[in-house]
């Protein structure tokens, strides 16, 4: 039998079931706090947590509020039982995707982490991203997963923008014709553009992460690398001129390079930008050499034409004196040899004159190929050089200066000649082409003429390639240095271009251009009847020229054939005497007039007050310019026949009696 309780002890009782119930109270008290916070903190996330069945439709036991703004969805509508299983909401290109990522590692019992799309509610698709994890039982079998969902829409869009702003970089920087690269502090290229590949030859994969000594000779690389370490070193722009060797050729190029913090690395890199100016070294090398041609010209053409007056006077009096004297005189054997030395002084003149300032060409439309042919056969006869002619079946006309053409081809077959003085052969090939765009040789786009002479000589050295075309440059004792100088002038005053190339001990190749002409070739005309040297008795003729002593052997040339002859020493004066005799009823059959008088009016401006005078006058046009436009159009400035100083007694004759004839 118990005793009852004592008071004591129900009192203790009491204390005990109060402090169980205080005790329940307070963790019944945090466990709802804890639950309001769980529930604030899973409605204030960015996103939907959840727990679901392992099924592939994702049977929802559990969402969040977050599904609302996720989804579009309701939490009724998602959980189990719902019409809406969350699997359907998976986009359909990316269930399977998303079934077998988390399948793989779910096997392997780890978490998972996914990227996808879904559809919402509103037909909107979504991007996603979900990381979860497998919840197991007692067995340790998958029971439930348990995860996170997220909506990085705008972050795939920024992705997006990001990715087309680099494409759409890239596309302007492979767009630029310079090339450009990038290279780390190790001098490896790690980024570059297409031009940069283009240079070089190599594909990216090649070229990514290589560096220059890869590909250039050691001697480049280290002037190279001093460029690139200067700039790191000072972090200042560099801007260098290097020649560098690509493909068997040298191209000259000018670097600009500059170092930057890589944003993605923060690593020091250097960015390089590259431009060819090979081209436009050579349109100065050119620029400068005519620029020497022109030079030469103005001294050649003021030399040429005083020399010009001196061989007249040469030649008129040695032809006076050789009439002079009895038939048979030894004295006249001499007087024909001093002709022809003045007649190759005549012929040095006219090279002098090719680079005057009034050496323009004198262009009519002509077979290129008939005036090679002719031109190289008569120049390598009596030679043991072979010549080899080829050309298009329809070889386009040009348009050329016929002489200073006939000169150019003469030069470049005498050149070869002389280059094999033990035989070989000659080969010039002639061609159409059609330029769409200038090709590096000052050439405009249109149909030229490509003419190429090749021999089998003994070749140019490489120290003289470049100075071939010099004026006065040879390597001949007995060279001028005018040929190929003269060559060069002539084929660029017809708009054309010539190149010479080389190897000693391997011939010589020279490649010409000359623009195609638009005009149907010419018929041949026949050549000028042979006109009397007899003089027409009584005939007056007014001589104009600044040198006396060419006017006082003029007027005894014509004199003594039968002519009146009055002299003037420039225009005013000739124009002063024309009109007097005019006045007095005695007008001058035919005037000659120089065309140039330095310091006073020459023939081009008098010939207009002489007609304004006497509209029926009859002027002939002389100088020693025989390439001015003047001479060769000499009608179109009024003149009725022209006279090429330096001009012998009996061609003067006969002048003047074609011009009275008419």
Same mark, same amino acid.
């Given at each position: 039998?118990?005793?009852?309780?004592?008071?004591?002890?129900?009192?203790? &009782?009491?204390?005990?079931?109060?402090?169980?119930?205080?005790?329940? %109270?307070?963790?019944?008290?945090?466990?709802?706090?804890?639950?309001?916070? #769980?529930t604030?903190?899973?409605?204030? &996330?960015?996103?939907?947590?959840?727990?679901?069945?392992?099924?592939?439709d994702?049977?929802?036991?559990?969402?969040?509020?977050?599904?609302?703004?996720?989804t *579009?969805?309701?939490?009724?509508?998602?959980?189990e039982n719902a019409?809406?299983?969350?699997?359907? &909401?998976?986009?359909?290109?990316?269930?399977?995707?998303?079934?077998?990522?988390?399948?793989?590692?779910?096997?392997?019992?780890?978490?998972?982490?996914?990227?996808?799309?879904?559809?919402? !509610?509103? *037909?909107?698709?979504?991007?996603?991203?979900?990381? *979860?994890?497998?919840?197991?039982? %007692?067995?340790? =079998?998958?029971?439930?997963?348990?995860?996170?969902?997220?909506?990085?829409?705008?972050?795939?869009?920024? %992705?997006?923008?990001?990715?087309?702003?680099?494409?759409?970089?890239?596309?302007?920087?492979?767009?630029?014709?310079?090339?450009?690269?990038?290279?780390?502090?190790?001098?490896?290229? +790690?980024?570059?553009?297409?031009?940069f590949?283009?240079? /070089?030859?190599y594909?990216?994969?090649?070229?990514?992460?290589k560096?220059?000594?890869?590909?250039?000779?050691?001697?480049?690389?280290?002037?190279?690398?001093?460029?690139?370490?200067?700039?790191?070193a000072?972090?200042?722009p560099d801007?260098?001129?290097?020649?560098?060797?690509l493909? *068997?050729?040298?191209?000259?190029?000018?670097?600009?390079?500059?170092a930057?913090?890589?944003?993605?690395?923060?690593?020091r890199?250097?960015?390089?930008?590259?431009?060819? +100016?090979?081209?436009?070294?050579?349109?100065?090398? =050119? &620029?400068?050499?005519?620029?020497?041609?022109?030079?030469?010209?103005?001294?050649?053409?003021?030399?040429?034409?005083?020399?010009?007056?001196? /061989?007249m $006077?040469?030649?008129?009096?040695?032809? #006076?004196?050789? =009439?002079r004297?009895?038939?048979g005189?030894?004295?006249?054997?001499?007087?024909?040899?001093?002709e022809?030395?003045m007649?190759?002084?005549?012929?040095l003149?006219?090279?002098?004159?090719?680079?005057?300032?009034?050496?323009?060409?004198?262009?009519?439309?002509?077979?290129?190929?008939?005036?090679?042919?002719?031109?190289?056969?008569?120049?390598?006869?009596?030679?043991?050089?072979g010549?080899?002619?080829k050309?298009?079946?329809? /070889?386009?006309?040009?348009?050329?200066?016929?002489?200073?053409?006939?000169?150019?081809?003469?030069n /470049?077959?005498?050149?070869? !000649?002389?280059?094999?003085?033990?035989?070989?052969?000659?080969?010039i090939?002639?061609?159409?082409?059609e330029?769409?765009?200038?090709?590096?040789?000052?050439?405009?786009?249109?149909?030229?003429?490509?003419?190429?002479c090749?021999d089998?000589?003994?070749?140019?050295?490489?120290?003289?390639?470049?100075?071939?075309?010099?004026?006065?440059?040879?390597t001949?004792?007995?060279g001028? $240095?005018?040929?190929?100088?003269?060559t060069y002038?002539?084929?660029s005053?017809?708009?054309?271009?010539?190149?010479?190339?080389?190897?000693?001990g %391997?011939?010589?190749?020279?490649? #010409?251009?000359?623009?195609a002409?638009?005009?149907?070739?010419?018929?041949?005309?026949n050549?000028?009847?042979?006109?009397?040297?007899?003089?027409?008795?009584?005939?007056?003729?007014?001589?104009?020229?600044?040198?006396?002593?060419?006017?006082? #052997?003029?007027? =005894?040339?014509m004199?003594?054939?039968?002519?009146?002859?009055?002299?003037?020493?420039?225009?005013?004066?000739?124009?002063?005497?024309?009109?007097?005799f005019?006045?007095?009823?005695?007008?001058?059959?035919?005037? +000659?007039?120089?065309?140039?008088?330095?310091?006073?009016?020459?023939?081009?401006?008098?010939v207009?007050?002489?007609?304004?005078?006497d509209?029926?006058a009859?002027?002939i046009?002389?100088?020693?310019?025989a390439?001015?436009?003047?001479?060769?159009?000499?009608a179109?400035?009024?003149?009725?026949?022209?006279?090429?100083k330096?001009?012998?007694?009996?061609?003067?004759?006969?002048?003047?009696?074609?011009?009275?004839?008419?």
């Amino acid at each position: 039998m118990s005793s009852k309780p004592t008071y004591d002890e129900l009192l203790r &009782l009491n204390r005990e079931l109060v402090n169980t119930v205080d005790k329940r %109270e307070r963790v019944e008290n945090a466990l709802h706090e804890s639950q309001r916070q #769980l529930t604030t903190l899973m409605s204030n &996330l960015p996103g939907m947590a959840y727990r679901c069945r392992y099924d592939p439709d994702w049977t929802m036991e559990f969402v969040s509020d977050g599904c609302l703004s996720l989804t *579009g969805y309701m939490v009724e509508e998602l959980l189990e039982n719902a019409s809406i299983p969350y699997g359907d &909401l998976i986009h359909p290109d990316d269930r399977q995707m998303v079934w077998d990522v988390v399948q793989v590692t779910l096997d392997e019992k780890r978490v998972f982490q996914i990227t996808y799309r879904i559809t919402t !509610k509103r *037909g909107e698709t979504r991007w996603v991203w979900e990381q *979860g994890q497998c919840i197991t039982d %007692e067995q340790g =079998e998958i029971a439930a997963l348990e995860g996170f969902i997220t909506d990085i829409t705008d972050q795939k869009l920024a %992705e997006k923008r990001i990715t087309q702003s680099g494409k759409f970089l890239d596309s302007i920087i492979n767009g630029i014709s310079d090339p450009i690269f990038v290279k780390d502090d190790m001098h490896r290229w +790690i980024a570059f553009n297409d031009a940069f590949c283009k240079m /070089l030859g190599y594909s990216r994969d090649e070229l990514l992460g290589k560096s220059d000594d890869d590909f250039f000779p050691q001697g480049q690389v280290d002037e190279f690398w001093a460029h690139d370490d200067k700039v790191f070193a000072s972090d200042e722009p560099d801007i260098n001129e290097e020649e560098i060797s690509l493909a *068997g050729s040298t191209r000259i190029i000018v670097t600009l390079k500059s170092a930057f913090t890589n944003p993605i690395t923060g690593k020091r890199n250097l960015v390089g930008t590259i431009r060819d +100016i090979t081209e436009q070294k050579r349109g100065e090398q =050119e &620029l400068l050499k005519m620029q020497k041609l022109k030079s030469v010209g103005i001294l050649a053409g003021g030399i040429a034409h005083d020399f010009n007056n001196v /061989l007249m $006077g040469l030649f008129g009096y040695v032809s #006076l004196a050789k =009439e002079r004297l009895p038939e048979g005189d030894p004295v006249i054997n001499d007087l024909e040899i001093a002709e022809q030395y003045m007649g190759r002084a005549t012929r040095l003149t006219k090279q002098l004159l090719t680079f005057a300032k009034g050496g323009e060409p004198v262009k009519r439309n002509v077979s290129l190929s008939e005036l090679v042919d002719s031109v190289v056969r008569f120049d390598l006869s009596g030679s043991s050089v072979g010549f080899i002619f080829k050309q298009d079946p329809d /070889l386009w006309a040009v348009e050329v200066d016929q002489g200073q053409m006939q000169q150019v081809f003469s030069n /470049l077959a005498i050149n070869a !000649k002389q280059a094999m003085p033990d035989g070989g052969h000659l080969e010039i090939t002639m061609e159409n082409v059609e330029l769409a765009r200038d090709v590096g040789q000052n050439l405009s786009p249109g149909r030229y003429v490509k003419v190429i002479c090749k021999d089998d000589g003994i070749g140019i050295d490489a120290r003289h390639i470049d100075r071939i075309f010099d004026p006065y440059f040879s390597t001949k004792q007995s060279g001028s $240095g005018l040929g190929l100088a003269m060559t060069y002038s002539i084929i660029s005053k017809h708009g054309g271009h010539i190149t010479a190339d080389s190897t000693a001990g %391997e011939g010589a190749v020279f490649t #010409l251009y000359l623009p195609a002409s638009d005009l149907p070739r010419m018929p041949k005309v026949n050549k000028a009847r042979t006109v009397s040297a007899v003089g027409k008795a009584g005939a007056r003729v007014l001589m104009m020229d600044d040198e006396e002593g060419i006017c006082l #052997l003029a007027k =005894e040339i014509m004199t003594s054939a039968g002519y009146s002859v009055e002299t003037a020493l420039d225009g005013d004066q000739a124009i002063a005497i024309y009109r007097e005799f005019m006045e007095a009823g005695e007008p001058f059959d035919v005037v +000659i007039m120089d065309l140039t008088i330095p310091g006073g009016m020459g023939g081009k401006e008098a010939v207009r007050e002489i007609l304004a005078i006497d509209a029926d006058a009859r002027v002939i046009v002389s100088s020693g310019y025989a390439d001015d436009a003047v001479m060769s159009r000499f009608a179109d400035y009024g003149f009725k026949d022209v006279a090429v100083k330096p001009y012998s007694p009996t061609k003067l004759l006969q002048i003047l009696n074609r011009v009275l004839g008419d």
